[in-house]
């Protein structure tokens, strides 16, 4: 079981690791936590099988305290950072200070996050530490199931957060992966 985050680097290692190892990955996709129903951790509550799981590791940590994964198979795959994307042809915002990063997100029409770790930090951390959280909740939408890039990129919504590694597949999009340190986890 995948989640979005490790998804793309998933796409380009399986086929070379099926070619080299001559067995066949059977994956199932889905969110680090939430409700829907592809969610890893709803799956593993319905005991669907996994001999891997692939995801945030806050969310994994709590898994493992369920006792649905094993504690000593914990590795540590990658660091994905939060980045924010705008649609290809539209410049791309000044983020480079916690004052500039807010005056953009103020100035925004609208914005969308994932609803998977990402987004669950910009919902409920990100704009309350910035002291915006009444300002933006009239103009912001969780994105269920689809990648946010996706939405971005067809003009849905003016800006777009979710990992990096989620975002770089979408062409048409412009990135700015760094946000200012305050403003980080």
Same mark, same amino acid.
Request: hydrophobic content about 40%; charged content about 20%; some cysteine.
């Given at each position: 079981?995948?989640?979005?985050?490790?998804?793309?680097?998933?796409?380009? &290692?399986?086929?070379?690791?099926?070619?080299?190892?001559?067995?066949?990955?059977?994956?199932?996709?889905?969110?680090?936590?939430?409700?829907?129903?592809?969610?890893?951790?709803?799956?593993?509550?319905?005991?669907?099988?996994?001999?891997?799981?692939?995801?945030?590791?806050?969310?994994?940590?709590?898994?493992?305290?369920?006792?649905?994964?094993?504690?000593?198979?914990?590795?540590?795959?990658?660091?994905?950072?939060?980045?924010?994307?705008?649609?290809?042809?539209?410049?791309?915002?000044?983020?480079?200070?916690?004052?500039?990063?807010?005056?953009?997100?103020?100035?925004?029409?609208?914005?969308?996050?994932?609803?998977?770790?990402?987004?669950?930090?910009?919902?409920?951390? &990100?704009?309350?530490?910035?002291?915006?959280?009444?300002?933006?909740?009239?103009?912001?939408?969780?994105?269920?199931?689809?990648?946010?890039?996706?939405?971005?990129?067809?003009?849905?919504?003016?800006?777009?957060?979710?990992?990096?590694?989620?975002?770089?597949?979408?062409?048409? &999009?412009?990135?700015?992966?760094?946000?200012?340190?305050?403003?980080?986890?």
């Amino acid at each position: 079981m995948n989640s979005g985050g490790f998804t793309a680097a998933y796409k380009l &290692l399986a086929p070379k690791y099926e070619a080299q190892s001559g067995n066949k990955l059977a994956i199932a996709y889905g969110p680090s936590m939430g409700v829907s129903p592809e969610s890893i951790p709803n799956r593993l509550s319905r005991n669907e099988p996994a001999d891997v799981v692939i995801m945030v590791g806050y969310a994994l940590d709590k898994l493992i305290a369920e006792g649905k994964v094993l504690p000593d198979s914990r590795v540590e795959l990658a660091d994905s950072r939060i980045g924010m994307a705008v649609r290809a042809g539209q410049p791309k915002p000044d983020i480079s200070s916690v004052e500039s990063f807010r005056t953009t997100l103020l100035r925004a029409k609208s914005v969308a996050y994932s609803d998977s770790a990402s987004g669950v930090y910009i919902q409920n951390e &990100l704009f309350k530490r910035m002291g915006i959280e009444p300002q933006m909740k009239p103009k912001t939408a969780m994105i269920e199931k689809t990648p946010v890039g996706s939405v971005v990129a067809k003009g849905d919504y003016q800006l777009g957060f979710q990992q990096v590694s989620e975002l770089l597949p979408f062409r048409a &999009l412009n990135l700015s992966a760094r946000f200012p340190s305050h403003c980080n986890r």
